[in-house]
């Protein structure tokens, strides 16, 4: 059996398509010229499917719809609409007017998608309602029919401004949630009404009622709101969840006689901004019946807050994520670097904290000797004079980018490139390390007292290579660190400072990446650290080329390229003839000593490295 198809479309073009691609054995088409004759041909002659096309004016084919979908017996008719050269928003408009589904006028897919509309209709018509409309159908009731629907988007307008109103309350979700419940309460006649949300720190549950509304009427109600929200949020154990009551007002007496039992109850759920998961719910229970344009209000209030809230409240985990930023690195990192950090969450899809690996140049540096020193003083003055120190240094790192990761007894830990890299991080972390040397002398020692013969020094490792940066620890401390070998090498060349008898030491991907020209740097060994299967090439960081003779420098490069190949009693002689020249130098006297033993007893597959296997 055909189905029936009234068609609203005014062009003979497009009629001629509609006949000429859709099956004649399938279809029984009418067509109509105009709105009016539209919903007249609706009761004379009841359809299967209803086609309009968006662009019919006077009225527009949107109203059309809208004003066919406030009728009771069309309320399940099933209704396309389609458009000659569709605007981008059009098929919005359909959804929002109450189209079943927009149709491409396109001889491909015409069909199809006709239909799988028609496979919705049915006898889905209320003809009682149909018949008994039908008796009072004129000019004066389309009329009527149509300033109601015009003030009831009137009412609307005014709705979702009252709405919007409460972004003011941005910074207090409760006070924000709680002029929400209240004015759907108000607006669906209810004595009490429930919101369910997931906010930063987890779900919330909020409500407000009426002050005559009796405890165990609350309680049944929120005990249904809870399973229905847990229907929706499977994780979240609403049970648990206590609702806080955010205002019990008498306001909302009158809806609330104690005489008919609460039992017409809705509920919806709140959309994310994609669309594609849900995020809370809002619940309201009536005694009596909720009528359909109050349900019709609760519908829109929801999608509404749905909009609202799901965009308000991105914009407060935005802000936050800043506070929580701000406060977490304040101390720690310049102002410039959580700017650019709040910056690029609020412009980039990159999560920060949440476990990524970087290219970072990490630098540990260490007072010399401390336990020593530790022994001489009192822990009061201890403190004191680390406050100093490390205040000092801490405003050096940070005035070249660098970020504190933690201090470490008298060590401290730092990065440059995380959380906000910079093209010349090993530059900066070197540049750093330099001006810390420098700043020694500025320390005020006041009353520490430091062992006979000892003075006060640092030595500084860094290293620059991939490590993983994230938020590490545990639910109820986190710090925001790295992790990985790489870290455990910089740890390592600030100790190897002591045994070359040098206060910056470098490896070679921080010279590399640094530019070689750029400090002057020397190479003072290949060495294979604990956790580490190559050779790693260190070099120290000199105060200037004039520092260190070029006799020297030359006489222990030539040393070192005879050392590496094994000859070491041709390296020896150069190495006591750079000690010679630069007499006490530590690592040349270190080289030499080496030298001296591997004469007499030479390792096994030399590969030109010495390893150090203790931290």
Request: glycine share 6%; aromatic share 10%.
């Amino acid at each position: 059996m055909s189905k029936k198809l009234l068609i609203l479309e005014t062009s003979v073009t497009l009629q001629k398509l509609f006949t000429t691609t859709l099956d004649s054995d399938d279809y029984t088409i009418q067509f109509v010229n105009d709105g009016k004759a539209a919903i007249y041909a609706l009761f004379e002659n009841p359809c299967d499917l209803f086609l309009v096309n968006c662009d019919i004016q006077n009225p527009n084919g949107f109203e059309i719809v809208r004003i066919v979908r406030s009728m009771k017996c069309f309320k399940d008719l099933t209704i396309g609409m389609y458009a000659s050269f569709p605007s981008p928003l059009d098929e919005d408009f359909a959804k929002d007017s109450g189209a079943t589904s927009f149709v491409r006028l396109d001889q491909k897919t015409l069909v199809l998608n006709v239909d799988e509309l028609a496979q919705l209709s049915g006898q889905r018509l209320d003809k009682g309602s149909l018949s008994q409309l039908k008796k009072n159908i004129d000019d004066s009731y389309l009329f009527l029919q149509s300033a109601k629907l015009l003030a009831k988007t009137s009412y609307k307008n005014a709705l979702y401004a009252n709405l919007v109103h409460l972004i003011i309350n941005l910074e207090n979700i409760e006070e924000m949630v709680k002029s929400m419940l209240l004015l759907i309460a108000e607006v669906c006649e209810v004595p009490i009404a429930c919101m369910y949300i997931v906010e930063n720190d987890g779900p919330h549950g909020y409500y407000v009622c009426s002050e005559n509304l009796g405890e165990k009427d609350i309680a049944d109600f929120i005990n249904v709101c809870s399973s229905d929200f847990e229907k929706i949020q499977p994780d979240c154990n609403a049970a648990k969840i206590t609702p806080k009551c955010l205002e019990k007002r008498n306001a909302l007496d009158r809806f609330f006689s104690g005489k008919v039992q609460l039992s017409s109850y809705e509920n919806d759920s709140l959309k994310t901004v994609d669309g594609n998961g849900y995020f809370g719910s809002i619940h309201i229970v009536s005694e009596g019946n909720i009528t359909s344009e109050k349900q019709e209000f609760f519908g829109f209030c929801v999608k509404s807050v749905g909009d609202i809230f799901s965009k308000a409240l991105i914009v407060k985990e935005k802000i936050f994520f800043e506070k929580r930023i701000r406060r977490a690195f304040s101390r720690f990192v310049p102002e410039q670097i959580i700017d650019s950090l709040v910056l690029q969450a609020d412009t980039s899809d990159e999560k920060i904290g949440v476990g990524e690996t970087r290219a970072v140049a990490i630098l540990f540096s260490d007072i010399r000797s401390f336990t020593n020193i530790s022994e001489k003083n009192k822990p009061d003055v201890l403190v004191a004079f680390l406050n100093r120190y490390f205040s000092t240094m801490v405003d050096i790192i940070k005035k070249h980018g660098g970020t504190i990761d933690k201090f470490i007894g008298d060590a401290i830990m730092a990065e440059f490139g995380t959380p906000v890299s910079y093209e010349d991080n090993c530059h900066r972390a070197v540049s750093a390390a330099y001006e810390m040397r420098e700043a020694l002398s500025t320390i005020e020692i006041g009353d520490l007292v430091l062992p006979d013969g000892m003075q006060f020094n640092i030595g500084i490792g860094i290293h620059y290579g991939d490590v993983i940066v994230g938020s590490i620890g545990s639910k109820d401390k986190t710090d925001y660190s790295v992790i990985g070998d790489n870290v455990n090498l910089a740890s390592r060349l600030e100790g190897l400072t002591k045994t070359y008898g040098t206060q910056i030491l470098v490896s070679q991907s921080v010279l590399e990446d640094a530019g070689e020209d750029s400090f002057c740097f020397r190479h003072l060994d290949d060495v294979r650290v604990k956790g580490k299967k190559n050779a790693v090439p260190i070099y120290a960081v000199d105060r200037s080329a004039e520092e260190f003779p070029f006799d020297y420098k030359d006489a222990y490069l030539k040393g070192m390229d005879l050392y590496k190949q094994g000859i070491w009693n041709l390296a020896k002689n150069y190495f006591e003839k750079a000690l010679a020249i630069v007499n006490g130098d530590k690592a040349a006297k270190l080289m030499l000593s080496r030298c001296e033993e591997f004469i007499a007893n030479p390792p096994e597959n030399w590969d030109g490295a010495i390893a150090f296997m203790t931290k």
